[in-house]
């Protein structure tokens, strides 16, 4: 099996707690505390700053974040979430980084995982990555054309159906922020249906796990630089998003503080 990749700086011996920060509710726990549970539907949102603002922004994904978990996944929202609550540890879980501790989840469970989005040949690269790095992993995938997303009812069947053919546990779905979320939210039923347990949006991590993208260097994650790298990389595709990112800190100011330890796994009875 593969070697597990812990995103940096996280500490998985802090306690679960879920807390507010403006007007979204954000969960601070260890990747396998979100991994688990009792095998109900969860649909998991990894907000970084870009979603953070879309949330305050739009009521429509500012509604669906009501109902799923979201974890910190960006170290501006972290650092920014660690000063509201001081003394209190706020783990990051970056996507592209905790696909790692996902692999590692479902090779022990023997659990499948299942890929969609990106091109179709990055999709078979990160799935042959996967394969090659974690020995017995059950894993799959399928790139869709995202130039025709918001999908048409026939291909949007087609999707359902390749998810079908493998009925995975686990559903990483890569279309970008929100179109990502809202899908995952248009399909929960078939997918429960369909014996997934979590449903994750992770942006572009297919593209980092078959290279067809660059990750920032681990120093400059470390430094909360990796969105300045980001757009050196692709400035006009990140140009906007960029700008959008730097309204975060007004809407944290409305914060009405709130936090709450959790104890029991993410969809067990209480």
């Keep these: 099996m593969g070697s597990l990749k812990r995103g940096i700086g996280r500490d998985e ?3 679960p707690w879920r807390f507010r920060c403006g007007e979204l509710a954000l969960f601070s726990a260890p990747a396998e505390f979100v991994f688990g549970g ?3 539907f969860i649909q998991v949102v ?3 700053a870009e979603i953070f603002v879309l949330a305050h922004e739009d009521s429509r994904l500012r509604s669906l974040l009501r109902s799923t978990v979201n974890t910190v996944d960006g170290r501006i929202l972290q650092w920014t979430c660690g000063l509201l609550y001081g003394g209190r540890h706020v783990n990051l ?3 592209a980084d905790f ?3 996902l692999c590692t989840w479902c090779c022990a469970r023997k659990q499948r995982l299942y890929l969609l989005g ?3 040949a990055s999709n078979a690269a990160a799935v042959s990555v996967l394969r090659n790095s974690y020995q017995g992993l059950q894993v799959d995938g399928f790139g869709p054309p995202l130039e025709e997303s918001p999908f048409a009812p026939s291909l949007r069947l087609n999707i359902l159906g390749e998810i079908a053919r493998w009925r995975p546990h686990h559903l990483v779905v890569c279309f970008g922020p929100p179109k990502q979320e809202f899908w995952i939210q248009e399909n929960a039923g078939e997918l429960a249906g369909l014996g997934v347990r979590r449903a994750y949006g992770l942006g572009g991590t297919i593209d980092f796990l ?3 993208r660059r990750r920032a260097p681990h120093w400059v994650q470390f430094i909360g630089a990796e969105w300045f790298f980001r757009l050196l990389c692709e400035p006009r595709a990140r140009f906007r998003k960029t700008v959008t990112m730097f309204r975060m800190p007004l809407y944290a100011l409305r914060t009405k503080r709130s936090a709450q330890q959790l104890e029991l796994p993410l969809g067990a009875a209480e």
């Design 13 to 15: 011996s802090a306690p």
């Design 38 to 40: 009792n095998g109900q």
């Design 46 to 48: 990894t907000v970084n």
């Design 93 to 95: 879980l970056k996507g």
């Design 99 to 101: 696909i790692h501790d």
């Design 118 to 120: 990106s091109s179709q």
């Design 210 to 212: 078959s290279r067809h």
